[in-house]
């Protein structure tokens, strides 16, 4: 177990939901024009990842599940000009047809951006964020728990944690940046979807009962908005 320091990159993602009907007809504006011109007139971001929300079929969820877009910036100077890769001439036409969809059809949109905090040493060989499913566990808490409350779980939860499900192959964890209220994130990657399923079931294993109870007392006592959701990819560039 590591901080990071120079790795992994920071982070913006855009979260959205899409109105079902119009779906496929978004995807395919965004995943064969809009993203593939941002990539390629933006020295800013390094690759592209996008994610659904895993695991809704037959559901009510399915009428309201998140996407991903995941933005890997080429490292604090990337940050830094975040902004500028939806500012450039060039991609003024397809911005304004993207919000042209945010108005219609796209919901719960937000854009926000990260620099890393922690990375466990379990790591996979093919960088940060391939292809693989994860469990994006979400977490705001007041300012007086806050800092308390990271380091043990950095220090003491996650590395029992992450010894006791042997299905995860990454962990990473990101704190927002320039936001009035501070979010972190943990990925916990998974090598495909079976395997992250299983994760759940060890998760809950008896033996991690007191673990778990230990987390509950300590996040409850300054929560103010916690989230998991579990995510596939279905778009990557490059690679």
Known sequence: MSRVESEPNPIMIVAMGV??????????????????????????????????????????????????????????????????????????????EFQTWKRNDLRNFSRISYRPRYEHQRRTLDGHFGSRPFILWTLEMTPEADSA??????????????????????LRRYTSVDSEQVR????FEAGDESSLMRSFDNLRARHRIAQNREWKKRVESGLVFHDATSFRCIYRRPG
Not at 152 to 165: F, G, K, N, R, S
Request: hydrophobic share 40%.
């Open 149 to 170: 409350f990271q380091e043990w779980y950095e220090t003491t939860y996650l590395p029992l944690q992450v010894a006791d499900i042997p299905e995860w192959c990454a």
């Open 19 to 96: 109105a079902p009907e119009k779906e496929g007809e978004f995807n395919e504006f965004y995943h064969h024009r809009f993203l593939p011109a941002i990539l390629a007139s933006s020295e800013e971001v390094a690759s592209i990842r996008r994610y659904e929300e895993l695991n809704i079929s037959g559901t009510l969820r399915w009428y309201t599940k998140q996407f991903l877009t995941i933005y890997e910036l080429a490292g604090e100077d990337g940050l830094a000009r975040a902004d500028k890769i939806f500012a450039r001439p060039g991609m003024k036409d397809l911005v304004t």
């Open 184 to 187: 972190h994130l943990t990925f």
